[in-house]
């Protein structure tokens, strides 16, 4: 039976992921791998290919089809099961001991067994190297990792966090060889072993090639027989044309929003044989202020800003409605979502509210701005949706805003060094819970370097919420947490977006990877043999 792409809508939450018009979703791929390859596009790229490194979507590309962890996230769902681990639990009523047992038989790709030394070894490299690129941060209750036999393996952690099972099923958990990967250093020579569901036979700057891991052992249905993933390198127009021409089977990520927009509103004929997939996301974005800096550090100035952007005009003139404006730090569809910034600042433009902001902070001319962005690493509309904001500032007539476009290695020293006042961050979930839009970016040493630290927020509401066993028991301290972030403002949340992915018709299975997982999982996408 075929089965056709259906939609994914509804939210991802303490629920499952909605929306699915169906109660299956294979394609016409079989399970042994034995279906046809199939080719992705992307105009994201892979900045590493060593799991303690390469903290983006591309590499987690990479990491999450060719590496194993215990555990992971099947699509639809909001909690782990096992996958290399055969079980895995806290062994203690305090959430600081989790234990788990592998399963039998597995295998790196190259044939070595894969034992709970590998375990141990690869949690404490990626902590050992702290790669500043790399998910170290989110490993760090990490206390000890021990291996009473060769199928068990204990972390102790060095306070009650029970959100550490989702944090391992993300690509920070991913298990490398131990006789294949320095111990105190990211391997450098291009080459990849795991004992995930593909084996990477080769990368160069134009494509990744993915074959089916016959040493593979674990709970995947593999629908094709490989994977080539093309680099259009920020090229969103050359990603078109390809999936268009049927260069490549599908597109993900990296289209431009006016492409989405055009193709949702074509007829069948003018598509081309390409269908436009859409699926719920808590990707979001944040213009971020460094509280260091001479005026953006200033609270009126902040607030000014707060009270003039427009988020409605922004996702309508910009992401064409392939967003939704966001008024939280934590976004729609996540246990413990308020929308303070809406509350306390509106939806709308407040030019009067902005200029009295500005007045008591002592500041009776117009404000100097400049307001960085990076072209690529957070999607093709960022530079257009900076200028959008400058414009937006400017037309109050109480800003003169500029903005500034530099290289990715540049914009990240900038914001490292503290140079930038204002700057705006993508975020990318590692798992769906509201600790990972909130620990990561309100710690200290947070991941957005703009030095702001609550000592409520750090010291009392963190510790709290990551304690909890019952994540639904945590709204009431996210719900402070996203208030006292409302009022100090040290981000202004913009935008959540929605996940989409263009294919040809002859492609099936997308819509299972359009999930809270962010990455889709090459297994479960088939196409039909014909065209």
Known sequence: MRIRRQWLAGSIGAGVVAGLLTGCGAGDGEADGSGASVVLGTTDQVQALDPASGYNIGSWLVFNNVFQTL?????????????AAKSCSFTDGNSTVYRCVLKDGLKFSNGNDFTSEDVAYSFKRTLRINDPKGPSYLLQSIKDVTTPDE?????RLKTSDATFPMK????????????????NKLRTDGEVVGSGVYRLDSIDGNEAVFSVNEEYRGEADVQNSGMTMKFFK???????????KGTVDLAYRGLAAEDIEELEAAT??????????????????????N?????????GVRKAIAYLVDRQALVRDVYRRTAKPLYSVIPAGITGHKTPFFDKYGDRPQRDKAKAALREEGISGKVRLTLWATPIRFGPGTVPAVKELAQQLNASGLFDAQVKSVSLDEYE????????????????PDYPDPDIFISPFFSRNNVISNNYVSKRIVDKLIPATVAQPDRLVTAGEFAEIQSIVADDLPVLPLWQGKQYAVARDNVFGIAWSLDASTVPRFWEISKSQED
């Not at 719920?280 to 974005?285: D, F, I, K």
């Open 151 to 155: 199928k068990t393996v204990v972390f």
């Open 413 to 428: 020293k900038g914001i490292a060094s503290g140079s930038y006042g204002v700057y705006v961050k993508g975020w990318v």
């Open 268 to 289: 069948t004929a003018d598509r081309r044989g390409v269908e436009v997939v859409d699926g719920a996301s808590a990707e979001v974005m944040h213009m971020v202020f």
């Open 71 to 83: 555990i992971s996230f099947p699509h639809g769902a909001n909690t782990p099961r096992p996958e």
């Open 168 to 183: 391992i099923a993300s690509s920070a958990g991913a298990i490398v060889d131990h006789r294949e990967y320095p111990e």
């Open 234 to 244: 920020g090229d969103p127009a050359a990603l078109k044309r390809a999936v268009q």
């Open 291 to 299: 509280m260091r800096d001479p005026m953006a550090g200033k609270l």
